[in-house]
C-alpha cells in the first residue's frame, strides 16, 4: 500500500479583496453581463445561493481543513475561483488583479502550509505581463499558475505566449488549465448547459490548440494540467489521430501523432463517470492522472477517493492517481 498522502489538485479559494479591486471598474458590468448572458437566468438563480453557503470553505481555512479530513484529503493544490481571472482588465488593472491574488493565495496556504499548495493567476490578455506575473506567483512560494481556456482574441496556440511557456518551462512552474466561460455563448443557456457542455468543450479546444500548433513539441518539459479529465478530447482523441494522419493541414503544426501527446500532459481525475476515468488512465497513463474534485463547488465530487475507487483500477495505479503522482509534484527537492 503507497504511503503517499492524499492529494486533491482541484480545488478553489475565493478571494474577496480581488473582487473588492475590480467593483466599479469600467468593464466590470460588460463582463457580468456577458456571463449572465452565457448561463441563463436559471443557472444564475441557482449559482448565487450554491456559492453562498460554500463562502466558508471557500475563504477560511479550519472549514476547508475540516472538509479535507471529512473527505480524508491530506493535500490540496489551492487554485483561486475562476471568477477572478477578469480577462476584461486593462494592463494596469491586470497587473493588480494577478499580484494581489497571488499574494492572497499565499497567504491563505500559509496558514496550513504542511497540507496547502496554492497556484497564483496571470493576465493571458496581456501576453507581455506573463512572464514577469508567473514570477511573482513564484516568488510568493506558490507552485505555479491557473489560467482559462482562451483570452478574448488569443488562443493558447498564439505565438505571443511563446514567452510564457519557456518560462513555466524553465522553472517547473504548474500550469493549471481550467477555462472560464464557453464562446458557444447563448447556444448553452438553458439546463446547465454552459458548464456541463461548455466546460468539457472549453477544455478539449485549448488543448487541441496546445497540441496541433505544436506548443508541446517546442516545450515538452511544460508541465500542465488540465481540469475535468481534459474534456472531451481524451475520449476522442481518435478522431484527432485520423485528422492529424490523413489531412495534411491538421498534421502541419506538431511531430506526432496527437495522443502521444497526451502523456506529455496531466489531468485531474474529475469526469463523473468510473467507465471514462478508467478511458482516462488508459489513454493518457496512470503516470498521468491527479485526483480533483473542484472543492467546494456543486458540479465537484463530494468523495473524491470514493469516486476514483470506482473506476476499479489496479492497486498501484490507484494509490498513483490518489496522491502519489501529484506528490511527486507538489513536494519534489
Given amino acids: 500500500m503507497s504511503t503517499a498522502p492524499t492529494v486533491d489538485v482541484h480545488a478553489h479559494v475565493l478571494l474577496p479583496e480581488v473582487e473588492a479591486l475590480v467593483a466599479g471598474l469600467a468593464g466590470l458590468a460588460e463582463a457580468k453581463a456577458l456571463d449572465a448572458r452565457r448561463n441563463g437566468p436559471a443557472a444564475l438563480a441557482v449559482s448565487g445561493p450554491m456559492v453562498r453557503e460554500r463562502i466558508p470553505k471557500l475563504t477560511d481555512v479550519s472549514a476547508r481543513l475540516a472538509a479535507m479530513d471529512a473527505r480524508g484529503v491530506d493535500v490540496q493544490l489551492v487554485s483561486p475561483s475562476p471568477s477572478h481571472y477578469h ?14 491574488a497571488n499574494e492572497a493565495t499565499a497567504a491563505h496556504c500559509s496558514a ?3 497540507r496547502l499548495r496554492g497556484l497564483g493567476l496571470v493576465p493571458l490578455q496581456h501576453p507581455g505581463h506573463l512572464v514577469r506575473l508567473l514570477d511573482h506567483a513564484l516568488d510568493q512560494g506558490l507552485m505555479g499558475v491557473e489560467i482559462s481556456s482562451h483570452a478574448p482574441g488569443r488562443e493558447l496556440s498564439d505565438p505571443a505566449y511563446e514567452p510564457f511557456w519557456s518560462r513555466a518551462e524553465e522553472t517547473g512552474a504548474l500550469v493549471f488549465l481550467h477555462p472560464f466561460g464557453c464562446t458557444l455563448d447563448e447556444r ?9 457542455v461548455g466546460q468539457p468543450t472549453e477544455n478539449a479546444v485549448a488543448l487541441s490548440h496546445l497540441i496541433f500548433s505544436g506548443v508541446l513539441d517546442r516545450h515538452p518539459g511544460l508541465t500542465l494540467i ?33 495522443s502521444g501527446y497526451l502523456r506529455r500532459l496531466y489531468f485531474d481525475s474529475l469526469v463523473h463517470d468510473p467507465h471514462v476515468l478508467r478511458e482516462l488512465v488508459r489513454v493518457a497513463g496512470a503516470d498521468r492522472v491527479l485526483l480533483g474534485s473542484d472543492f467546494p463547488f456543486d458540479m465537484g465530487s463530494e468523495d473524491p477517493v470514493a469516486a476514483l475507487r470506482a473506476a476499479r483500477l489496479p492497486d498501484a495505479d490507484f494509490h498513483a492517481v490518489r496522491g502519489g503522482n501529484a506528490a511527486a509534484l507538489l513536494f519534489k527537492e
Fill in 188 to 196: 448553452l443557456d438553458r439546463w446547465y448547459l454552459s458548464n456541463t
Fill in 226 to 258: 488540465a481540469a475535468h479529465g481534459g474534456g472531451y478530447l481524451p475520449t476522442h482523441i481518435g478522431r484527432a489521430d485520423h485528422a492529424w494522419a490523413t489531412r495534411p493541414d491538421a498534421g502541419a503544426g506538431c511531430a506526432h501523432l496527437p
Fill in 112 to 114: 496550513a502550509p504542511e
Fill in 87 to 100: 480577462y476584461w482588465a486593462d494592463e494596469e488593472t491586470a497587473e493588480k488583479v494577478c499580484r494581489l
